[in-house]
Every structure is written in C-alpha cells, then in structure tokens.
Nanobody, 118 residues
Framework: QVQLVESGGGLVQPGGSLRLSCVAS????????MGWYRQAPGKQRELVAR???????NYADSVKGRFIISRDVAKNTVYLQMNTLKFEDTAVYYC????????????WGQGTQVTVSS
C-alpha cells in the first residue's frame, strides 16, 4: 500500500515562494505519472501540474511560468516550486499518483495548506 505525504505548505505574502514536497512510501515513480492538484473553498479540485515517467510536464494555464514540477526518483519525491504566488493560489494542495492503466490504483496524499495573504 503506497502512501503519499505532502509538506512545505504555509502562509506566504503575495509575490513570495514556497516549495512543496511529496514523498512516496513505495518506489512508484518509474511507473506512475505524478501530479499536483489543488482545491480552494467552494471550488472543485483542479490539476495544477503533472510530470510523466519520461519527465514530460504540463501545467494549468494559471500557473505557467510561475510553478515548476520536478521529481527525484531515487528519493521517491516529487516537488512543486511555487513562485510569484498570488491570492488565487490559496488552496489545499494534493499530491497524486496516476497509474498507467487500470486496475492499478490511484493514490492521493492528505494535502497541505497554502495560504497567500498580505
């Protein structure tokens, strides 16, 4: 059973930066694509960034040029570097592991709060 644990959230001023980390309890990054999602109060969960096993990446339009997703396979860790943070980035951020095919399971972390406020 794989567990994903996020960390690095907190309170930051607009224009500031944070780096989120997601550590997997198992070696799944060679098989699973990894993503970061976020959910703000009253809104649906949305994909923020995704990285494939081949290190291809994609981003939501709202974060392009500001956020960078990366991974360290040896450390079973995926990162989200968040720069030039805005009020609209305030949300709970979740780490996700997306299987290449079913019935392999999908995994989610517990979430970490990011609050952008002056």
């Amino acid at each position: 059973q794989v567990q994903l644990v996020e960390s690095g959230g907190g309170l930051v001023q607009p224009g500031g930066s944070l780096r989120l980390s997601c550590v997997a309890s198992g070696s799944i990054f060679r098989l699973y694509a990894m993503g970061w999602y976020r959910q703000a109060p009253g809104k649906q969960r949305e994909l923020v960034a995704r990285i494939t096993t081949g290190d291809n990446t994609n981003y939501a339009d709202s974060v392009k040029g500001r956020f960078i997703i990366s991974r360290d396979v040896a450390k079973n860790t995926v990162y989200l570097q968040m720069n030039t943070l805005k009020f609209e980035d305030t949300a709970v951020y979740y780490c996700n592991a997306d299987p290449p095919y079913r019935p392999l399971p999908e995994y989610w972390g517990q979430g970490t709060q990011v609050t952008v406020s002056s």
